[in-house]
């Protein structure tokens, strides 16, 4: 089976994105997403996902995304937002369940809650199954998050900055885990805030400002300061070690005009 | 509560699955049971004072009772216990989706305004004559309550689309749609003769005496679609509760789902209202005591909401009748009384929590 690669080509919503490609996150690779606040990270994996109403040319292997059902572009594509919490009093269980129902209607199979089972026990959270999702902490709604991406096996995750919200050990663990699902084939493409941790996961690089791509390409290409220090209009020290690069934001390059 | 903070395992076969869902499913069991129980003795209390003993005897054999009794019985408790088991089983229906699809704690019909408005245009039916639909008698009271329902639902909907419209603006947008059309009841008032105005207090304050066949018929037809309805689309509806950018990415279609429920709603509230007149916070109370004994998965949450709304009816039906002797209070005043030290309870309690 040949691994369909997201290729984007053009990606346009009006004042906001002006994105036009090709660029692209091959299958079996974390791609991030990269960009200052506003830059429209979001605006385009929305518009990806069919979530946001767009001009868009993309492709995943030979299927035209905008050319797709919406049921098969929801099966194929899963969109994970920015931490959201809800009040809900649904179990842990339910509520990665009903993610996966909601692909495939009916009743309750045997081979639906191996699924579930299978999605929990891959993020830990076996022991926490049974749990309202108004009682977890921001961490492990997260976690409750993927599973549900994951439970629905599509074939390309596109998430909103996964990370913002977790200390550092649960951000280790969701790249960690985005890694695995991108070992199996997965397309990955994924908003981060922290230049750290895409460094440390991501192969492929899209850099985003002001709607529009300012470069994209293999993730040693991208994080180099000629390109950072005018994206996000910072003073950056970089380091290369045996560790592999870090960033140290240093100072704001120039301020803004103000009002 | 104890039982959510207990780490059980999930459900590993789909015949634990099952186990698991019998244990819920044991809630709707005893709510029947409730709705049975509180049912009956709205039956047994009434005006008449019958012992208890002939009133089950006559239930039991109608033929060998005494002709008043069984008249007393079957024409007029039976029939008014029914309305009450059905219209509060519609309001709470129409509460608990309202709840879920605008993720709204403090939704139910009364609070933002749906009632109101169809229990003006009921009246205006009723009292002015005037249908807005193609329909005669209680079938066109109950369109006229339909299309002034929906007109609050629409206008709910439009308003929770704005950006910014927190929970609290919405219910005081439709306590604002309350008093809107309760003036327009009290214009109703002044220009209707002595006869119409009888009627127009029974809208105002909620009543079950009226019960017909055509009545328990439409609601209770509007009502079994609605929960057939809503089983069909349970996921989908349970996935709303985790957000709507959460549930679009599932591939839900939140914004048309949301409008066609919020129409099945206000159908259902529509018939109720123009066969009991405006009666508050069933609909409000009865899903809150659902999702605290089951959760949020529709499956459960629905019928049990029904089954809760349907006793609690039953129940304040029968202090209506046993409040003040030989007065039979109207059972929206009952409802009211009961239900709003509730609603300040969850406003309290929502304030905190946000």
């Known amino acids: 089976m040949t691994l369909p690669t997201l290729v984007v080509n053009q990606a346009h919503v009006k004042h906001r994105l002006a994105v036009d490609g090709p660029l692209r996150a091959p299958a079996g690779?974390?791609?991030?997403?990269?960009?200052?606040?506003?830059?429209?990270?979001?605006?385009l994996l929305k518009a990806l996902a069919g979530i946001e109403g767009a001009a868009l040319d993309a492709r995943l292997g030979d299927r035209q995304l905008a050319g797709l059902p919406a049921l098969e572009r929801h099966r194929?594509?899963?969109?994970?937002?920015?931490?959201?919490?809800?009040?809900?009093?649904?179990?842990?269980?339910?509520?990665?369940?009903?993610?996966?129902?909601?692909?495939?209607?009916?009743?309750?199979?045997?081979?639906?809650?191996?699924?579930?089972?299978?999605?929990?026990?891959?993020?830990?959270?076996?022991?926490?199954?049974?749990?309202?999702?108004?009682?977890?902490?921001?961490?492990?709604?997260q976690r409750v998050a993927i599973a549900q991406a994951m439970v629905r096996r599509p074939e390309a995750l596109l998430l909103d900055e996964p990370t913002s919200a977790l200390d550092l050990h649960?951000?280790?663990?969701?790249?960690?885990?985005?890694?695995?699902?991108?070992?199996?084939?997965?397309?990955?493409?994924?908003?981060?805030?922290?230049?750290?941790?895409?460094?440390?996961?991501?192969?492929?690089?899209?850099?985003?400002?002001?709607?529009?791509?300012?470069?994209?390409?293999?993730?040693?290409?991208?994080?180099?300061?000629?390109?950072?220090?005018p994206l996000f209009e910072?003073?950056?020290?970089?380091?290369?070690?045996?560790?592999?690069?870090?960033?140290?934001?240093?100072?704001?390059r120039q301020v803004a005009p103000r009002e | 509560m104890t039982a959510d903070a207990a780490p059980l395992a999930p459900p590993a076969t789909l015949a634990d699955f099952r186990r698991h869902e019998r244990r819920r499913r044991r809630w709707l069991w005893a709510g029947g049971a409730v709705l049975l129980l509180a049912g009956l003795a709205d039956l047994l209390v009434g005006p008449g004072h019958y012992a208890y003993r002939e009133v089950l005897l006559a239930l039991w054999r109608p033929a060998e009772a005494d002709p008043v009794l069984r008249i007393t019985l079957w024409q007029i408790r039976l029939p008014?216990?029914?309305?009450?088991?059905?219209?509060?089983?519609?309001?709470?229906?129409?509460?608990?989706?309202?709840?879920?699809?605008?993720?709204?704690?403090?939704?139910?019909?009364?609070?933002?305004?749906?009632?109101?408005?169809?229990?003006?245009?009921?009246?205006?039916?009723?009292?002015?004559?005037?249908?807005?639909?193609?329909?005669?008698?209680?079938?066109?009271?109950?369109?006229?309550?339909?299309?002034?329902?929906?007109?609050?639902?629409?206008?709910?909907?439009?308003?929770?689309?704005?950006?910014?419209?927190?929970?609290?603006?919405?219910?005081?947008?439709?306590?604002?749609?309350?008093?809107?059309?309760?003036?327009?009841?009290?214009?109703?008032?002044?220009?209707?003769?002595?006869?119409a105005l009888q009627q127009l207090v029974f809208w105002t304050l909620g009543s079950l005496s009226r019960a017909t066949p055509l009545k328990l018929a439409m609601i209770a037809l509007v009502l079994v679609a609605c929960l057939a309805v809503s089983q069909r689309l349970g996921w989908q509806l349970s996935a709303l509760r985790l957000g709507d950018t959460q549930a679009r990415a599932m591939g839900v279609r939140a914004a048309r789902l949301r409008l066609g429920m919020l129409a099945a709603m206000a159908l259902l509230t529509a018939v109720v209202v123009a066969a009991v007149g405006t009666i508050g916070f069933v609909g409000l109370v009865a899903p809150h005591m659902a999702r605290l004994l089951v959760?949020?998965?529709?499956?459960?949450?629905?019928?049990?909401?029904?089954?809760?709304?349907?006793?609690?009816?039953?129940?304040?039906?029968?202090?209506?009748?046993?409040?003040?002797?030989?007065?039979?209070?109207?059972?929206?005043?009952?409802?009211?009384?009961?239900g709003l030290p509730i609603f300040f309870l969850l406003i309290l309690r929502h304030r905190r929590l946000s």
């Open chain 1, 29 to 43: 690779s974390i791609t991030a997403l990269l960009g200052p606040n506003g830059a429209g990270k979001s605006t």
């Open chain 1, 234 to 252: 910072i003073h950056l020290n970089v380091q290369q070690d045996a560790g592999g690069t870090t960033f140290q934001p240093l100072a704001v």
């Open chain 1, 170 to 229: 649960q951000q280790l663990r969701v790249l960690e885990w985005l890694r695995r699902e991108a070992d199996q084939g997965r397309t990955v493409l994924v908003a981060l805030h922290d230049l750290n941790l895409a460094a440390r996961f991501a192969d492929h690089c899209w850099l985003l400002k002001q709607g529009r791509c300012l470069h994209a390409g293999p993730a040693r290409e991208c994080l180099v300061r000629e390109h950072l220090e």
């Open chain 1, 76 to 141: 194929v594509m899963h969109y994970l937002p920015q931490l959201g919490r809800g009040g809900a009093r649904l179990s842990v269980h339910e509520a990665v369940l009903l993610s996966l129902k909601t692909l495939s209607p009916g009743r309750v199979s045997a081979q639906d809650l191996a699924r579930v089972r299978e999605a929990l026990a891959s993020l830990h959270l076996l022991p926490l199954a049974q749990h309202s999702l108004d009682r977890l902490s921001g961490g492990q709604y």
């Open chain 2, 295 to 338: 959760g949020d998965a529709q499956r459960h949450f629905l019928p049990l909401s029904a089954l809760l709304g349907a006793s609690l009816m039953c129940l304040a039906d029968l202090v209506s009748k046993s409040a003040l002797p030989g007065v039979v209070l109207p059972v929206g005043i009952i409802t009211a009384l009961t």
């Open chain 2, 80 to 195: 008014t216990v029914l309305l009450a088991a059905l219209s509060g089983a519609g309001l709470a229906v129409a509460g608990a989706q309202m709840q879920t699809v605008l993720d709204n704690p403090l939704a139910d019909p009364f609070t933002l305004g749906l009632a109101s408005a169809a229990s003006f245009g009921a009246a205006l039916a009723v009292v002015g004559g005037i249908a807005l639909l193609p329909l005669e008698g209680a079938l066109g009271a109950a369109g006229n309550a339909f299309v002034f329902s929906l007109l609050a639902a629409l206008m709910v909907q439009l308003l929770g689309q704005r950006r910014g419209t927190s929970l609290e603006v919405l219910v005081l947008l439709g306590i604002a749609t309350m008093f809107t059309f309760n003036a327009l009841l009290g214009l109703l008032q002044y220009v209707a003769s002595p006869d």
